[in-house]
């Protein structure tokens, strides 16, 4: 009846495959071997990064149609207000749903979900299954469990079909076969029928599919479907497809079977409306699904049944740090900005869930294990919170997922040992002047480590110079605890009269010293008094993105200390993602220490990153700090400063607006250039290319100057310069404005 897997598909039940959870019969290849497969396929990562593109494009025009924030919160709250009373909208779900025809079973786990459906298949002799698509089938692993009890399951959506022919789950939880190109399809549907099927022909390969799996519709005994969203108030499943093939297999089969985790439920109608204008808005980057269904009982003659499935979502909302991940519609649109699920695809960044809120959810679906490699490729780029249509914190939940497995598997011993290492000021500070002189031999008194010659340096080396630790760092330049008098404003700005303490951080402080130099240079131009706390090392950063909360603890204690020490109006620090641990990460480290916490907020108030102290305190007028001649660059953000801190405006206005340079912007500007901290060191191939293609693009502007805001983009982007003799020079902002004030004398 159904089109059956074809030989090389049936194969592959007995291989290994590169998904990660095995199917029927199926061994998944470890996670390593995934991810260099991923690697080794130039397809993968063309077909990828065509889809983002293409995606981040006609998302931000439809997003711009509405007031995105407005919808957004709009939704939040609705989806608060359910996790807040999830077994009250559980209730008043179930009995109007019941009210209106339908029966509702509770499944505690994935074992009961599948027990409830297939004893609902035996009761009414069904033999063959239509599905349209549902994540929760695939995290219950439903099809195998129906292959077992010789019921044949036919996928009915056009992707999850493709893939189901390939043995493989969905890469992607909108878009399943969205890793694959037309020729891929091509050749699947070629096998699985029997015929030539064109490898180019899109509008072919459609209507094949399209005639193929007409005849499961009518054959099929039962229908199962996902739910977009539960409605409360009138026991109410909503869908939302482009295919129509919902509506047939809600519809056709005598018994239709709704399967939704208890996290789907919305209070009204209301609220689905607001869900409806940001889930297809969000997910596929169109105004509106295509076929959006409402259905309240069942059709008459028919049974309806609609399975809630729990799998670990009561364990999340027990946990303070992941409720928010329950508010998540499952649009992906944290998958689709994620720079390294670009270039490995969700066979590799996920497990079952895949994208951003996979490695969140995983976990408690799936177990620790299952997630415990995928969320390493994360590098914390922020990207994911802020296209997410209910803001969920997903960089911060990650972490926090990194927390749990540090906690259970420990750190590598590298490692450990160099975080335990760095959280105490005085070995840091012996390791750092031991290092000036044992870098002698590779970097032969350049400002970069070059070699290739040693072998744990190679590979880091090959495609990236590392940056020397400098002679003379900061603190031997700028005597820690005093304060560097005022000098007459250059233009008169808001500035001019403030007390500011300057917070370098620890790559600024040990490497790269002129920019902290410039940065004291800028404050004291405008008319600020530079105090220059004692006692400071690092915030802990390096610390918090590695899972490795107590050090991350022990290093934000020397901080906030060190800097309750000074008296000043504000703290500047030229490194944004100094700040955004300053201002954001902090408090989540001390959530649990009320004494600390109230610290960190009475510090947080008073912190300011470089472009925003000129930009907000400052108030420098248009035109102030512009000479003679218009220099000529392109403007990194860099991850931080852009997506955590919100920072886009206000850099250009600097360079654009106050300083008169020729700013011409890069393509991808959002996009990540691959740093990610010790990411770039754990996953040098993923950093490389996302390096290269930023590269790339900021040498297509013909500007001659890189200018950002973050020390470790500048470390990355310039080492690739110097590694591949690219003719860049790669600055930061406060060198770029310290120049321009120089110029004026």
Known sequence: MAIAPPPAAAAAADALVD????????????????????LANPRLARNLTTFQRAWRGARDGVVAEVDFPALRAALKEAKTAVTDDLDGYLDRFQAEAERAGATVHHAADAEAANRIVRELAERHGVRVVAKSKSMVTEEIDLN????????????????EW???LRAERPSHMVMPAVHLARQDVGEIFSQALGREVSRDDIGEQVRVARDELRKVFFAAGMGITGANALIAEGGTVMMCTNEGNGRLCSSLPRVHVVMAGIEKLVPTFADAMVQLRLLARSGTAQRITSYTTFITGPTPGHDLHVVLVDNGRRAMHATPEFREALHCIRCAACANVCPPYREVGGHVFGHIYTGAIGLVVTPFHHGLEAGAKPQSLCLSCNACETVCPVGIPLPRQILDVRRMVVEAKGLPRVKRAVLGAYARPRVAGGLFRIGRRAQLPLTRGTRFVRTRAVPPLRAQTRWRSLPAIARRPLRDRLEAGTVLAAFPPVVPNGAAGTTVALFPGCMTDRLYPEQGEAVVAVLRGLGARVVLPAGLHCCGLPANNSGD??????????T????????????????ASCVATLTQDYAHLFRDDPAWLARAERLAARVLDFTSFLDRVAHLPAGSLAGPGSPVLTYHDSCQGLNALGLKDEPRRLLRDVLGCDLRELPENTLCCGFGGSFSFEYPAVAERLMNRKLDHAESTGAPLLVSDNQGCLMHLRGGCDAAGRPLRVAHLAEVVAERMRALG
């Open 144 to 159: 195998h469990v129906f292959a077992d009890a010789g019921i044949e399951v036919v996928e009915t959506d056009l992707g």
């Open 19 to 38: 998904h990660p959870h095995a199917g029927h019969g199926q061994v998944p290849r470890p996670f390593g071997e995934r991810y260099d497969r991923a």
């Open 549 to 558: 909360a107590p050090h991350a603890r022990r290093m934000a204690r020397q």
């Open 162 to 164: 493709i893939v189901q």
């Open 560 to 575: 906030i200390c060190a800097l309750e020490a000074v008296r000043s109006d504000y703290v500047v620090s030229g490194s």
